[in-house]
């Protein structure tokens, strides 16, 4: 750690489409204080801005510390940013365009601010103390409504120029596939997010396969969530284990891929999906793994579920402003 | 550069399956003296690491620099090696196991060499001296008998932890695909290798539906090389253009999936299928991209034919060895 940091205190936020949480991190990064907001009023992004000032400052206050031992404030954040100007382009999750995030919060906290992806931050909370600590090069991925993923090499975030990467979500697989999020056709998202998952699911419930799922949550996708899937798993719907396990291996067969591409010696799986059905995503992803990924990459490979739930994103955003400095 | 390097030589040497080839440089990289010889003599590792010496020897001799003013060696090498300790531990194509070519090189010439990837000298030879030169984010795509892949970020080679990785030819493409080299089926090499379009070549030439390329080629795939194929087209085969293009799109979905894992800035297009047909494969990758690719790594990408043909393996692998001091 620099030695700037020394008595400095960080912050870690995690800005998520349906809440906001703010950590007060001391210098070994023990967690002093957390508040938690729902993320919309629906006023848009100067309201929003507001929101996230006060629910890192009641942090603060709760945690009794002043501004000024603070040695940065480090966002995690969806959408599309400008990482090095610290500008949130695009957020329809939030529907914020061209938020100048970073500005404003160095303006009102009087410390540095660092604004990156929120599965970044993720990733990068389970390499600096999580299921990924230390190693050489971590691959974090996060299978949910949308699939995250993310990459620690020798230290540092792969990113992309302007923005970050590691879209693996977006992997092609399948020529003629269905409608993506991001405009395209048959992406890793069309097959295996939990979207995906609760279309299929949908679609056998109204058929009348899935009677457990029917009862627990209907066939509105915004009901079918992971643990409606997992529920129903439990209480016997064979239909719904088999459109998730083959969702599963399809995740699989993806980051193999992914694994020859770039031989992680930890691949970190977290992710709604995941958290709600863990046995089952290790045991389809670790054996596709095999199936898919070439010798010496797998010899050494761990695959192993995220250890930090929550936590991850607003240590890996506290973590990546201090270790920047 | 290092301190070290004041004054010095390098030697990049490109160790390939059917020939081999010893540069001497100077410092500023200006190439001195170049030799050539065969690979195979038969007589397994031992003779192969003579006659590699043999080759850097010779070449020195040319350049008449005397082994004491030698920086390093640098050798480019196909097959799975440990780059560590500079093992080639498996290299079907030179029928090599376990051999230690860079301790034996060491005693040799009294002077470091590092061995690598050939496919990674390759590129490292387009980041710092041809298309991709000095960019941030450089990936290469050698689309041959195989396909190879490497990408430099932020100047440094990614590798796996034993291993160099960025295996591109064996992304998985199609559940029920053809038999790879790998030992596993549908990898990207299966569909868009040049094994895999002569095959499907040959095939359309049995069939009577390829005049040109069974008069210049027959229906031997030893015999249906990327010449044989681009010449083929040029004389009017519209099922081998047909078969080409295919494979040239299935590529470009493979490189777009890719571009959004790593978002690098510039691609580097080679190998014998590329140099063979530049303006197909870069019209077909460069339209894949577009339809596959997220917009935010495409608005600055730029996908460009490697400029330094068979100079590139001996530069590249010169210039890590230069670089690594």
Known sequence: MARASKNRY??????????????VFDKNFNIIATRRKKTKDGKGARSGIRRIAETIEEALQTAHIDHRKLGGIGVGC???????????????????????????????????????????????????????????????????????????????????????????????????????????????????????????????????????????????????????????????DAAVEAIVRHAAKDLGIAVASVVNLLAPDVVVLGGGLMEAMPGLYLKEIRAAIKRQAMKPYTQHLKVVPAKLADEAGVLGAAALVADSV
């Open 78 to 236: 969806p959408g599309v940013l400008d990482l090095d100007r610290g500008v949130v382009l695009q957020a329809p999750n939030l529907g914020w365009r061209n938020v100048p995030l970073k500005k404003e919060l160095e303006r009102t906290f009087g410390c540095r601010a660092l604004i990156v992806n929120d599965v970044d931050a993720g990733a990068y909370g389970e390499y600096r103390f999580g299921a990924g600590r230390g190693a050489r090069c971590v691959l974090g991925v996060f299978p949910g409504t949308g699939i995250g993923g993310a990459c620690i090499y020798d230290g540092q975030l792969i990113r992309g120029r302007v923005n970050s990467c590691m879209e693996i979500g977006h992997i092609h697989m399948q020529p003629k596939g269905r409608l993506c999020g991001c405009g395209r056709r048959g992406c890793l998202e069309t097959v295996a997010s939990r979207l995906a998952i609760s279309a299929e699911a949908a679609e056998a419930a109204y058929r009348g396969q899935t009677p457990h799922l029917m009862e627990l949550a209907g066939t509105d996708l915004a009901s079918i969530r992971s643990g409606a899937l997992a529920a129903a798993i439990r209480e016997g």
């Open 10 to 23: 960080w912050v870690g936020f995690d800005l998520g489409g349906t809440k906001m949480m703010a950590a």
